[in-house]
């Protein structure tokens, strides 16, 4: 079975520096979808970036950025230039290409951002 | 267009009850799915639902069970409450197909006392 794994509960960064967060996974697949969702305080869960694993390409979105290792079943996400409304709890993902099977996500990580 | 509703946003139930909770997708969306989140378990899959259909399953005993209506709005029903059921309910809609993002309403907070 798939499962994700995300070893930092929590994490500190000072506004303006770079952060970033590990994700781990585990699967048999050889194709397979990842995200990362971010969860502010008002709870709707947002999502900040994602990759297919057939490109070898890390994804990017403005001061997002991932460092996918295929072989490794890590996708860390690079958080650069960190803001005050970066704070939040952030989800890794999985999801296999068969519709019926379900998306899994790491327990999360919860981002503080220091003034 | 309009995001996606989840109703109510918060509840209070007491063991033994059940209760019922409502997502309503953002327009044009077919796929539902619903999750369970705690702080000691995280994100947990419950189920989706695809065209009135249910597509996946997670691993969730008989008591939860769910589903949607032509219009794709769904619900999702918790029969005889206990107080592990305590936890924020978070519904997401997308098109569905699998590379595709999850639009997240913000939640029932249900509290079984």
């Known amino acids: 079975a798939q499962t994700v794994t995300q070893s930092q509960p929590e994490m500190s960064v000072q506004e303006a520096e770079t952060v970033t967060l590990s994700c781990t996974y585990d699967?048999?697949?050889?194709?397979?979808?990842l995200f990362w969702y971010k969860q502010p305080p008002s709870r709707q869960m947002i999502l900040v970036i994602r990759?297919?694993?057939?490109?070898?390409q890390n994804a990017t979105e403005n001061r997002f950025s991932v460092n996918f290792q295929k072989a490794a079943k890590s996708f860390s996400l690079k958080i650069s230039d960190s803001q005050l409304g970066d704070a939040a709890m952030y989800f890794c993902?999985?999801?296999?290409?068969?519709?019926?099977?379900?998306?899994?996500f790491g327990k999360g990580t919860r981002l503080h951002i220091l003034p | 267009k309009a995001g996606v509703t989840q109703t109510p946003r918060y509840l209070i139930k007491t063991r033994g009850q059940q209760v019922t909770l409502s997502c309503s997708p953002i327009?044009?969306?077919?796929?539902v799915s619903w999750y369970q989140q705690t702080p000691g378990q995280g994100l947990q899959f419950l189920f989706e639902?695809?065209?009135?259909?249910?597509?996946n399953k997670g691993n969730f005993p008989g008591r939860f069970s769910g589903r949607q209506f032509s219009n794709s709005r769904s619900e999702m029903n918790v029969s005889t409450l206990e107080l592990g059921d305590s936890a924020l309910y978070l519904c997401?809609?997308?098109?569905?197909?699998?590379?595709?993002?999850?639009?997240f309403g913000s939640g029932t907070q249900l509290s079984v006392l």
């Open positions: 997401a809609s997308s098109l569905g197909t699998e590379n595709e993002k999850l639009f």
């Open positions: 699967t048999s697949e050889s194709d397979y979808y």
């Open positions: 990759q297919e694993a057939y490109k070898q």
């Open positions: 993902a999985y999801r296999s290409p068969f519709l019926d099977d379900k998306i899994i």
């Open positions: 327009s044009g969306h077919r796929s």
């Open positions: 639902y695809f065209s009135e259909t249910q597509r």
